[in-house]
């Protein structure tokens, strides 16, 4: 099998490696070795917006979690009134420019669109100085909520992180956090939290391919 070519080399602040690979013409994003986001099975990431928010009022607001390749930005998008935003939090500003270079068109360009804010940080910092800002939150920056690519990322998945993801969202807003697994016991987290809670599997394709998952937490 024709082996990947690595493209570009980025380091996360907290010392960990991200690699963006390509052969014949599929892209992927790996931490630490482990593919984070491919170009070839992105089903579950454009489904978050639809499970969180599925009919968005003319002007909400969404956040997103982690840029990966676009598919979740431009499937928000997708559903968002033009009076509507997306503030999209990213941590690796190399992330950002893959997306604005051979990613871009991956996802039809989605950086452009003037409904777009982006901020190159933590998004853990982002909810925690919102209140009462987002219709929903997407949450797609590790391989579960106890699959880290980043030991920081534990935050957003405690009691404490969850209940400022609570805080910053309006009433029915929604908190959708994607994962590899199942993670059974995180349904119990989010109603502890104050959220209404379900799981939801996606396929990785087309109905075909891998098993995705997606939490929901809606604030009442």
């Not at 630490?32 to 909400?60: F, I, K, Q, V």
């Not at 920056?141 to 106890?146: E, H, I, K, L, R």
Request: charged share 25%; net charge negative; glycine share 12%.
């Amino acid at each position: 099998m024709k082996p990947w070519e690595t493209l570009a080399a980025a380091t996360t602040p907290d010392g960990g490696s991200f690699e963006l690979c390509r052969r014949d013409g599929n892209y992927v994003i790996q931490a630490d070795g482990y593919d984070l986001m491919t170009s070839y099975e992105h089903g579950s990431e454009d489904s978050m917006m639809s499970l969180a928010c599925p009919r968005p009022r003319e002007n909400a607001c969404i956040l997103i979690g982690g840029l990966g390749m676009g598919y979740t930005l431009a499937a928000t998008l997708d559903l968002l009134p033009p009076g509507g935003s997306v503030v999209v939090s990213e941590l690796v500003p190399e992330v950002v420019e893959w997306n604005r270079g051979p990613l871009g068109p991956l996802a039809g360009h989605p950086l452009e669109d003037p409904r777009t804010d982006l901020i190159v940080g933590e998004v853990a910092d982002v909810i925690r100085g919102s209140k009462s800002r987002f219709d929903a939150i997407l949450l797609d920056v590790d391989n579960g909520v106890d699959s880290l690519t980043r030991a920081h990322n534990s935050c957003l998945y405690t009691a404490e992180g969850l209940a400022a993801a609570h805080r910053s969202l309006r009433p029915d807003g929604a908190l959708a956090i994607w994962s590899a697994g199942t993670e059974r016991t995180f349904e119990s987290r989010l109603r502890a939290a104050g959220f209404t809670a379900s799981t939801h599997s996606i396929r990785g394709r087309d109905k075909r391919g891998g098993h995705y998952f997606v939490f929901v937490g809606r604030r009442p």
